[in-house]
């Protein structure tokens, strides 16, 4: 089962490592820095709407990614297809 | 920690309230005409639908048992059946009395967010892996609430496309989330999850390849509902989406290769075509929509029961992620 569809299973376990590896990199490098520019008495809000944009800003870019991906693997899918279809034409 | 032996005696209730009802319900469709043709099948036979009822009698079958021992549950109970039985009345009033448009289907189960907030089942802090907890006090349950039920509802929902993809692919959802539930001593929770596995599973016997009977919306809707709830509940929004990932990919799939809210009666050309053997094979029209299916079976045809087994891989595959990612959360 896992010959069939490798090439679908291999791009979701691509999408999980790509969203922790943005969530670590939010963690470890973008907000540290949201924490240095933001202090003072409204600090504590415009950091959580800071880590909060940062984060959906993150979740949009690799949706996008992902959405073009998946259908560009789907059309690659189907063209092979066709091409498999269309040998079995020419040996027959 | 729950009593033990009570809660395992409630799911076992609930799967054999399921396993026992399922089929004269089915029974009562079929004689009431409410059927649908199985697509799959070459001679397209006539299966009775909205069976997924019963899964909502299980759940409040399980729960009932469950509350009526330990009173101290009983807000929990009602906020998570409620958000259920909301999202089922609608999928019954889209299959039985009145089918609803897409943006009226979508707006009807917001509504089964309601309960949670009304008995403030829910912390506004969903935790991301790293990252911890974003502190969403407003957005939280007034957006992000009624999405996550309408989008997993919908998505559970959109996955119910062939024999057992839906119940099956709920059953490995629900364990494993069930599992991450008791790591994070979220013992509600995995109560809850556990009888939703019970209870899919139960369905999951009479929906599997060839079916005897469908779940309707009534059933697809009240499971992704569940999910949601579930996920509200015991702050495991993360962790739900990615062991849903397969549901949530297929939809994400659909909207964006129709550009727009669609039912399913509402498309013209079908993503997937019977063809000899029988097996499904992948629609080459430009206008059909691009499914988990179709892109299953675009580089060759498959029978039913492979492309469902695919589906359960995925789902094996999605929840050891979630799975993963737990740990991952718990260590740091």
Redesign the interface.
Known sequence: ??G??WK??AA??L??VLC?EA??L???LY?PLVKTWTSGELGALTS?IL??LG?LFTLAVI?IFF?RF??A??WY??S???E?RGKQRFSQ | MLPAFTAALSLLLGFLAVERLTEPWARLMLRKGICGRDVHKPDRPLIPEMGGVTIVVGLAVGMGFFTALNPEFSLTAAAFLSTVVVAAVVGVVDDWLRPLSPLEKVAAVTLAALPLLILGMYTPYPVLPFVGGLRLTLIYPFIFMPLLVTVLANSVNMLDVLNGSMAGTSTISALFLTLIAVLFSQWETAFLLGLLAACTYGFYRHNRYPAEVFPGDGGSLAVGAAFAAAAIIGRLEVLTLIVLLPALINGSLILSSLGRLVERRGIKERPTLLVAGPRIAASPSRQAPVTLTRLMVASQPLREEEVVRGFMALNLLTGALALATALFMLGG
Do not use: C
Request: charge should be negative.
């Open positions: 089962m896992l069939k569809f679908l299973y979701v376990v999408f999980w922790l969530a670590w939010l963690a470890e907000m959580d880590v909060w984060v949706l959405r998946f259908h693997l789907f899918e189907l092979l297809g066709e498999k």
